[in-house]
């Protein structure tokens, strides 16, 4: 038994022993020309539907028309035609239930006939709608098991297309996932549901003021996804970060990213060949993938698509989620998309970027070189103002997760306060107008700088001194960036917040500004104008242009009564209330069984997760690392006695002996307390959430316990005997 190698030391071994990596030969085609093969584009429907039928399609991809069910069998054959000269043998209805990731059942095409021959068959009935068998998918008890009905069906918005993965193609068809009664059970519906009222309120509102041209807003987003990359027999070699995501041992390692030379640094070698992959596979699905770099923390990436409308860019980050983790397979390497997955470094964030782009092209987030004058901009601001200070609430419930509280105002991300950036030129905008000012020149004695004539830059806040990295929505020039999304979270939720609450209050702006013309005899755009001021004086509390990690923040966000929701029970507790089920309600985004549906599954999801990592913490303490430190113990006893023995003194023994002892003995005691609280919560038959608060305050502090005690451990124990890849291991190996 003493010569047995530890887990850690065999997979040290093989990683020693060198790696996959497939051949990557010169590319056949540049991928100008393989950009899109396996996606059914709208290009494609033109050259190989009727011409009557391909328009009626684009109307629906457009939104502005519903589907001809008799059109469906004409795109169905057309489309399985298409995808089995790309290889495909089976199809399935790809879709976003509520566990946060897609789903897929694979069918064949083919079908036999009575006399022996099989012929492939695809109809428009089958491209339409699908049954899944519902039962198994969280549905927050809007569907029974007992009668498991839930339907797929056709989302003609966002392009069918082929995935090729360990020598199968298969053909996707994006669909929405709702249960017997018409409820949604996905994530797709509701962002479809706030795209098209956003679009509804933004038009109606931008008519109001002088733009009858405009028939519709898109908004438009672009995700940028942080990763870790670790080797995977490392990784086979942790079962917490197998079974949970993130590592729930690991003591600090001597290099992090203290030195903050991994930022933009030389891509490795074996992760550039797994990037250039990647993209690959990415470009034949048609996602732009455009950009690549380390991240901050030792063995952490970055990639960016070119941003698209909300919808394809929410699908596109599934898909590159999925192609993250299944090329990563292919070059023994492991993705990591948790939001935390190791202590002592920074975790990974999703930041969305996200604008409004008129059925005219214009973005309606471009200051332009004049703000004062541009009186959509200043609208849609304020809106977007409002929307922060009334409803941040409903932000925060779109980036709720276990994962992400590990990250959120940890001095790495935004803190749980939802507020914005704007840059110092807009706010002097904002507070000229505040102050009644209708132009720099008239502000300028109140606001001294400002000089916008002179700027030969096109907008605003382009200069990066003016980035602020620390806010939660930052203006970026022409652009909110949202930086508190978990990397491992859809993009949808944090777009049905934005959209659906900005709706909102452009909804309540256009009634305002509707009464106010009718009552004083204006145009709508004089009505904007003169409440303008009343707006940005009342939301500025949503405006913060300092260091959003500092604690100064947090008591000042206190004084301004914005929320401060700091962890995920303490959000969710908010899903059911008025104010949030109204806003929704009234978008019609989401009805109120819907809303509380999702507040329940996420409350599961939420008890779910800390239930694992407390089981799986319980279990590895047992069993993997108390025996490790047991071992040592031994040994450090018998080298005391021996040193007695021959020296009749054993001082220096003695004490790395009892450092070792009263570390086992603790973590003893902490495995014994966590025990204890894990069987209070499964013994617990309360409502979800307070299940979910008992979970945090029993489970949270307990597995820390363990954590710090075994963390302590790992650096007294002979390295040999260390049963687990540690964090030096897993940070500098590839
Ligand atoms: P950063 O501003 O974070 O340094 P980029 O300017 O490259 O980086 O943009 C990051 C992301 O923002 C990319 O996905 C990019 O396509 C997207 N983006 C750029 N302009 C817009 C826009 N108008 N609306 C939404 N996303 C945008
Ligand atoms: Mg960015």
Redesign the pocket.
């Known amino acids: 038994m003493e010569n047995s190698t530890s887990p850690r030391l065999n997979a040290l071994s093989l990683v020693s022993q060198g790696h996959r990596c497939p051949e990557i030969s010169a590319p056949q085609k540049s991928m100008f020309e393989t950009f899109g093969q396996d996606v059914f584009s709208l290009r494609l429907m033109r050259e190989r539907l009727p011409k009557e039928v391909y328009e009626r399609i684009k109307n629906i991809t457009l939104g502005s028309q519903p589907l001809d069910p008799h059109d469906a069998d004409v795109v169905a054959s057309s489309m399985k035609d298409w995808a089995i000269d790309r290889g495909a043998t089976h199809y399935t209805h790809w879709f976003q239930p509520m566990t946060g990731i897609t789903a897929e059942k694979h069918d064949a095409f083919l079908t036999p006939l009575s006399d022996g021959q099989v012929i492939s068959k695809f109809s428009g009935k089958l491209l339409i709608k699908g049954e899944p068998d519902a039962s198994s998918f969280p549905s927050g008890g809007l569907r029974s098991t007992f009668e498991a009905r839930g339907y797929t069906a056709w989302d003609p918005t966002s392009p069918a297309f082929v995935l090729r993965q360990a020598g199968t193609v298969t053909l996707c068809v994006p669909t929405v996932f709702y249960s017997y009664t018409g409820e949604s059970l996905d994530r797709k519906t509701p962002l479809l549901r706030s795209i098209a009222a956003l679009s509804r309120e933004a038009t109606r509102l931008l008519r109001l003021i002088g733009c009858p041209e405009v028939t519709s807003v898109s908004p438009?987003?672009?995700?940028?996804q942080e990763y870790f990359l670790i080797d995977r027999r490392l990784y086979q070699a942790r079962p917490d970060l197998v079974m949970s995501g993130r590592t729930l041992f690991g003591a600090k390692a001597a290099k992090g990213q203290q030195m903050e030379d991994h930022y933009f640094a030389a891509i490795p070698q074996r992760v550039l060949a797994y990037m250039n992959d990647v993209e690959t596979r990415l470009f034949d699905l048609g996602v732009p993938v455009?950009?690549r770099h380390n991240e901050v923390a030792p063995c952490q990436y970055e990639v960016?698509?070119?941003?698209e409308p909300a919808n394809i860019a929410t699908d596109h980050n599934m898909l590159i989620m999925g192609v993250l983790n299944r090329t990563a397979e292919d070059h023994d390497l492991a993705c990591l998309l948790h939001e935390k997955p190791f202590n002592c470094v920074n975790g990974s964030g999703k930041?969305n970027?996200?604008?409004l782009?008129d059925s005219t092209g214009r973005?309606l987030?471009?200051p332009g070189s004049n703000p004062w004058e541009n009186l959509p901009f200043l609208v849609v601001l304020a809106s977007i103002l409002r929307a922060i200070h009334l409803h941040s609430p409903i932000w925060r419930i779109g980036i709720v997760g276990a994962g992400n509280d590990h990250r959120l105002g940890a001095n790495e991300a935004p803190p749980a306060i939802i507020s914005a950036y704007v840059g110092r030129e807009l706010e002097q905008v904002v507070d000229g107008i505040i102050a009644g000012a209708t132009s720099p020149a008239k502000a300028k004695g109140k606001l001294g700088q400002m000089d916008l004539g002179v700027s030969a830059l096109p907008s605003l806040t382009k200069d990066s001194a003016d980035r602020n990295r620390t806010s939660p929505m930052a203006f970026?020039?022409?652009?909110f960036?949202f930086r508190a999304l978990g990397g491992s979270q859809s993009v949808a939720t944090i777009n049905i917040a934005i959209n659906t609450t900005v709706a909102k209050t452009m909804a309540d702006i256009s009634t305002e500004i509707e009464k106010l013309s009718a009552k004083e005899k204006k145009s709508g755009a004089e009505a904007a104008r003169q409440l303008l001021p009343k707006y940005f004086k009342e939301h500025r509390v949503a405006l913060f242009n300092g260091d959003n990690y500092s604690a100064d923040w947090v008591a000042e966000a206190q004084r301004r009564g914005l929320p401060n929701l700091k962890d995920s029970v303490q959000t969710l507790a908010l899903y059911g209330t008025p104010e949030v089920l109204s806003v929704f309600e009234s978008q019609k985004v989401l009805s109120k069984p819907e809303v509380l549906a999702r507040q329940h599954i996420l409350l599961e999801d939420y008890i779910g997760r800390l239930l694992i990592e407390s089981d799986l913490t319980l279990d590895l303490g047992r069993t993997v690392i108390l025996p490790a430190g047991l071992k040592w113990q031994e040994r450090l006893a018998g080298a005391a006695a021996q040193a007695r023995e021959l020296a009749g003194e054993n001082e220096a023994e003695m004490a790395a002996y009892q450092d070792v002892r009263a570390l086992t003995k603790g973590l003893r005691l902490a495995l014994k307390e966590l025990a204890e609280a894990l069987k209070a919560v499964n013994a617990s038959e309360a409502k979800p959430l307070q299940k979910a608060g008992l979970a945090r305050d029993r489970l949270l502090p307990a597995t820390n316990k363990v954590r710090a005690q075994a963390d302590e451990l790992e650096t007294l124990v002979d390295a040999q005997l260390w049963p687990l890849p540690t964090y030096a291991d897993l940070f500098w190996s590839i």
């Open positions: 438009q987003v672009g995700a940028e455009h950009t960016a698509p070119i941003y930041h970027n996200w604008s782009i973005n987030l471009d970026t020039g022409n652009k960036e």
